[in-house]
């Protein structure tokens, strides 16, 4: 069994160089497994295939329904074009000191419901008020114009955005 003599461990390195040691490989272990993982970029909707820019109106519009009946939601909104879909809740009162809860809620409905989309969720009332003007455009199913598809990526940008 070691003993402590003056500082020094009878093994032959101070207790101070000896959690260095220590210390050095477990930095060096958690870079070389951090690294391994430097190329592959963190896509939460990996598995999505491409659709063309198409609206579906009636999908969007039992998105919203789903959406409306998450406990908190006072009102929603959505948009699907291609294989995005755009929700947006209007949460009032106390209920906005759970928003983070309300929107992996509606999140992880409309992934469970609807796979195969990728599925972007806010509760910002700016973000919730463009969607709306979004879905008042859309007259029915088809391909998007330009106009409502660039702001539907705009939207998405400004949703995803730290």
């Not at 391994?36 to 999505?48: E, F, H, I, L, T």
């Not at 609206?55 to 995005?84: C, E, H, R, Y």
């Not at 906005?96 to 992934?111: E, N, V, Y």
Request: with cysteine; charged share 30%; aromatic share 6%.
């Amino acid at each position: 069994m070691p003993s402590v003599d003056g500082g020094m461990l009878r093994l032959g390195l101070p207790k101070g160089k000896r959690r260095w040691k220590w210390a050095a490989m477990a930095l060096s272990f958690a870079l070389l497994f951090s690294g391994c993982a430097a190329g592959q970029p963190a896509v939460k909707n990996s598995d999505v295939q491409e659709r063309p820019s198409r609206m579906d109106p009636a999908l969007a519009q039992d998105v919203k329904s789903a959406v409306k009946s998450i406990q908190g939601v006072d009102d929603s909104t959505a948009f699907v074009l291609g294989n995005d879909i755009a929700a947006g809740a209007k949460v009032t009162g106390f209920d906005r000191l759970r928003l983070k809860g309300i929107r992996s809620a509606i999140d992880r409905q409309i992934r469970e419901t609807y796979k195969g989309y990728r599925v972007h969720v806010t509760t910002d009332k700016k973000l919730f008020k463009q969607i709306q003007q979004i879905e008042a455009q859309e007259k029915s199913p088809g391909d998007a114009p330009p106009e409502i598809e660039k702001n539907f990526r705009k939207i998405l940008l400004d949703n995803d955005s730290p």
